[in-house]
């Protein structure tokens, strides 16, 4: 739901927003995409992919291709916002936690506690939901905590 829900968002601050998707589909969940296709605000440029972002000194336009016509056209834009979903940078953990089908770690619910003893998780490698700044910093916070008791008990500080 990234894209749909980042443009639909952009509106609210925009007079216009241009979602480009790079298949015949969304894969965003049924309700946001009728939330981006029912609003006025929104153009949807399927089978389409950034070429190039224009200007010099700042943004002007992106260059943009349909990858079924090959046609390549200009969009006008003041700004330009990348939302192509978040993929955590977990793959180094890969043989010593435990991960879900889409890379992100697994905690023991309700904390930041792996099932190795001392190790901990927070933020966009554990949050699939929120993956927001601020969410980030509070599970930080906690794993931080967590840490820090975790090696009181142990005696090391």
């Known amino acids: 739901d990234t894209a749909a829900e980042e443009a639909t968002f952009l509106t609210k601050m925009c007079s216009h927003v241009h979602l480009l998707v790079r298949r015949d589909e969304m894969r965003a969940s049924k309700i946001m995409q009728e ?32 990858s079924v016509t090959g046609e390549e056209s200009t969009i006008k834009s003041s700004a330009f ?3 192509i979903g978040h993929k955590p940078n977990t793959g180094m953990f890969k ?6 089908d889409h890379g ?3 905690t023991h619910p309700d ?3 792996t099932d190795v003893n001392g190790v ?3 933020g966009d490698a554990q949050d699939s939901k929120y993956r927001q700044a601020v969410t980030a910093a509070g599970t ?12 009181t008990e142990k005696g090391i500080i």
């Open 111 to 113: 904390s930041t506690h």
């Open 81 to 83: 916002f990348v939302a």
């Open 95 to 100: 043989e010593y936690l435990k991960m879900d």
């Open 120 to 122: 901990y998780v927070c």
């Open 140 to 151: 930080g916070c906690m794993a931080a905590l967590d840490a820090e008791r975790y090696l």
């Open 35 to 66: 939330r981006v296709l029912n609003n006025d605000k929104l153009t949807v440029h399927w089978n389409s992919s950034t070429l190039e972002v224009l200007g010099e000194t700042e943004v002007e336009g992106a260059r943009i291709r349909n």
């Open 104 to 106: 992100y770690l697994i």
